[in-house]
């Protein structure tokens, strides 16, 4: 009785909080009519999409408006990731993040430009107490743009709760986005669980062919089968006035008509976002770069988004009736796409199966795993893998073949290199890398002790110890020596490092710090002469760029500038 109680309370507070939306509270960001490249839920890299990605008709620079009044309670700036972003807060709990800002509104770019000259730096994080920075909804904050690493012209929208929870903003309202399609399929795909388990005689991962009926359904022809199994499907939704594939807000199962599973965008929490690669088949996505969302969730991974899940999703094929398993797939609009899938009991022993490779390390996921041999060491702490795991680990040289880029890695994974036998110099230069099957490597954080380097990854791969010896580069694109710039409102100089990537920058004009934004995407740091610090005729520009092993270049120029 008390555990049904419980229950009950459960439900009554889960739908409380449904109904608890301020629905028309938010208004829109933009003033202009709201069309998505993104919606709230996307399965992205190693992450749940958080927001909404608004077009912005292809320009930078579009007003960016206070979606309700608040306050600006943080404000960051990154090369990667969001870029320039704005975090509002407001009154009833809810923060609003505007993210890719091309720049902000006067009175916080001032307040922004203080900061960033006050410490000597472009990248800042900033928590402004909560009078500082007062806005009103449908104020202008900031302008739109492409900084981190955005590909395009957009602005990333997010709504968040009071602990700092994404929540789908399409709970809040914004009726105006256009949606009349239902969502897209593209492969419907059957999974084996159990030893005895075989869809049509098959184990592992089974690619099924949906035929479309006459009432426009779908419907996959009656399958063999027995143990245990469950589905996954590659979807989306297009949304009208795109053609972006876009995230679906929900897909469902029935089984002979009985709820089964669900999984709702509604809200994430961030510490729960990499679970996204337990979510989907993490080998096919990187084998062919597209996810297949499984319809089961874990005991040990109980993601906010699976709201329901009879025996985590998995069938038990293991009597002479017929099983009837649908699937419905739903945009908020509630435009829905229904699969059907008729499913016949017939075990067999005659199962094509792949035999397990078993291999000398053999790993449970719910125990940390150490290896030291020769030069190289390796460290896989409890959780970091799914599930317990043979690994394939081979050690080369001066590197490691860590497994299978194929298995997905939950957690951070220490690898360590002994160095002792290097000079001081060649340590210096010396960085670990992952080295790619073209031959190419990437430069991984390394830290270095005197005689053991390491690197956390995140990704089983091949990693080597690499050297770089290689300065950056640094060359001026709007000017040259002794340049009258008068006319000129940015000083622009483009910075590159081939190996390892740029670290650290910095500028300054007659030994004085001078600002300079800097974009990776076209590596560029451009400063804009109406900060009002360049005020000589006569100027000095010296540039100093260091990459991730130490190495620097320095850069000296004289310009003249008459204001």
Not at 125 to 134: D, N, R
């Amino acid at each position: 009785m008390k555990s049904f109680l419980i229950l009950c309370l459960l439900i009554f507070q889960v739908s409380y909080a449904q109904y608890d939306i301020p629905k028309g509270y938010f208004g829109s960001p933009l003033d202009i009519p709201l069309v998505l490249s993104g919606t709230f839920g996307e399965l992205r890299s190693n992450h749940f999409h958080a927001g909404l990605d608004i077009k912005t008709q292809g320009v930078e620079g579009l007003e960016v408006l206070a979606s309700a009044s608040g306050y600006v309670s943080r404000i960051k700036i990154q090369r990667f990731g969001y870029g320039k972003t704005l975090y509002v807060t407001h009154p009833n709990g809810y923060q609003t993040v505007y993210a890719h800002l091309k720049k902000f509104s006067p009175e916080i770019e001032e307040f922004v430009k203080s900061y960033q000259y006050r410490k000597e730096q472009y990248e800042i994080e900033i928590f402004p107490e909560a009078g500082k920075l007062p806005v009103q909804q449908g104020a202008v904050i900031a302008y739109s743009g492409n900084t981190g690493s955005s590909q395009g012209a957009h602005l990333h929208f997010e709504i968040r709760d009071a602990n700092a929870r994404p929540m789908n903003p399409f709970l809040f309202g914004f009726e105006e986005v256009k949606d009349t399609r239902s969502p897209s399929f593209r492969n419907i795909y059957a999974y084996t669980v159990s030893k005895d388990a075989h869809v049509n005689y098959k184990t592992g991962r089974i690619k099924l062919k949906p035929v479309k009926s006459k009432n426009g359904h779908w419907r996959i022809p009656e399958i063999d089968a027995a143990g245990k199994i469950y589905f996954g499907v590659e979807a989306y939704d297009r949304l009208d006035l795109a053609f972006n594939k876009n995230g679906y807000y929900e897909i469902e199962s029935a089984l002979n008509g009985l709820p089964y599973f669900r999984a709702r965008f509604d809200r994430f929490s961030f510490g729960e976002s990499r679970y996204l690669n337990r979510l989907i088949d993490y080998g096919f996505y990187k084998e062919y770069k597209r996810k297949i969302h499984k319809l089961r969730s874990y005991d040990y991974n109980r993601l906010e988004i699976n709201d329901l899940y009879t025996n985590n999703g998995i069938l038990d094929i293991n009597d002479t009736i017929n099983y009837k398993y649908e699937l419905k797939i739903k945009d908020f609009k509630n435009n829905i796409t229904e699969i059907h899938i008729p499913i016949s009991y017939k075990p067999s022993t005659k199962v094509e199966s792949d035999s397990l490779k078993e291999t000398l390390y053999f790993v449970h996921h719910d125990h940390a795993f150490a290896l030291d041999k020769g030069m190289i060491d390796i460290y896989i702490p409890k959780h970091a893998l799914y599930e317990d795991t043979y690994l394939n680990i081979e050690i080369e040289g001066e590197g490691v073949k860590l497994h299978d880029y194929r298995t997905p890695v939950h957690k951070g994974i220490t690898v360590g290199f002994d160095v002792s036998e290097y000079t001081a110099r060649d340590k210096e230069k010396l960085f670990i890398g992952n080295k790619m099957p073209w031959g190419d490597i990437y430069y991984v954080s390394t830290k270095k002790s005197t005689n053991r380097f390491t690197a956390g990854v995140k990704e089983f791969g091949h990693y080597v110890l690499a050297k770089d010896e290689d300065l950056p580069t640094i060359t001026p694109v709007n000017f040259r020596n002794k340049q009258w710039l008068s006319n000129y409102r940015y000083l622009k100089v483009k910075i590159d490092d081939e190996t390892t990537g740029i670290d650290s920058f910095r500028a300054t004009v007659n030994g004085k710090f001078i600002l300079m934004e800097y974009d990776y995407k076209t590596k560029l740091l451009v400063h804009d002469f109406n900060d009002d610090i360049v005020k000589d005729t006569e100027n000095n520009f010296k540039l100093v760029v260091t990459d991730k092993v130490g190495n620097t270049s320095i850069f000296e120029s004289t310009f003249f500038r008459k204001k």
